[in-house]
């Protein structure tokens, strides 16, 4: 399974744009980068995902790099209920594969009043 | 409107004493997922129904089981439940197990005496 690289923890300020980012050099043609979060004493929730393009939705932006090898989910504004541990894996989706996610240790968000 | 439901929140049970944990859904979705999540860490997958075809990860003890008796309900069996077991039980679902997006519930914590 293709692996990803996240900081282990971020800071931001309230009402500021964070960009976290992945690494995921090895990631293949049929690997999606999905990206989840999980707030304090949560299960994880979706943000966003994409494959090759830009992404754009209600929480969050994703940009993806030419290449595929890293990607950044853009948070436009940041509020203390953003803070959580963000998640960056890469789903595969090829034939006979299952689609399951793998989860990485994550970059845990601390936003600042 | 609550769409993935796990009772209880909060387990406490004994060191070898089987206990059955309970996963529900709302969202009629065709896949349904356990993991577990000890502290500080990230989710790890259990196993997976698609519909009633069962997935098992290839690391994942025996003393876990789990029986989907209808496309609601998934249930998590600890056979004999040892201290290291103690965890976050995450439930989670999708429509497709591929390419759609997951849904978590809140998670049953497990404390093992």
């Known amino acids: 399974d293709a692996k990803t690289t996240q900081p282990n923890s971020m800071e931001s300020n309230e009402e500021e744009p964070v960009h976290l980012p992945c690494n995921h050099s090895?990631?293949?043609?049929?690997?999606?980068i999905h990206w989840y979060r999980q707030l304090p004493s949560q299960g994880p929730e979706y943000v966003i995902h994409?494959?090759?393009s830009n992404v754009n939705n209600r929480m969050a932006s994703l940009a993806i790099a030419e290449d595929r090898k890293s990607s950044t989910l853009i948070l436009h504004r940041a509020t203390l209920r953003d803070a959580a541990v963000y998640y960056c894996?890469?789903?595969?989706?090829?034939?006979?594969?299952?689609?399951?996610?793998?989860f990485g240790q994550g970059t845990t968000l601390q936003v600042k009043p | 409107d609550a769409m993935v439901i796990q009772n209880p929140r909060y387990q406490v049970t004994q060191f070898g004493k089987p206990v059955t944990l309970s996963c529900s859904q709302t969202?009629?979705?065709?896949?349904m997922y356990w993991y577990q999540q000890k502290s500080s860490q990230a989710p790890k997958l259990l196993f997976h129904?698609?519909?009633?075809?069962?997935?098992n990860e290839a690391d994942t003890p025996d003393n876990f089981q789990s029986r989907r008796p209808n496309t609601s309900f998934c249930f998590l069996d600890i056979r004999s439940p040892g201290l290291g077991d103690a965890a976050m039980y995450l439930c989670?679902?999708?429509?497709?197990?591929?390419?759609?997006?997951?849904?978590f519930g809140p998670g049953t914590r497990l404390t093992v005496t």
């Open positions: 989670a679902t999708s429509r497709d197990g591929v390419t759609g997006e997951q849904y």
């Open positions: 090895t990631i293949s043609g049929t690997d999606y």
């Open positions: 994409g494959l090759t």
């Open positions: 894996i890469l789903r595969d989706v090829g034939s006979g594969n299952t689609g399951k996610l793998i």
């Open positions: 969202l009629n979705h065709n896949v």
């Open positions: 129904y698609y519909d009633k075809d069962f997935n």
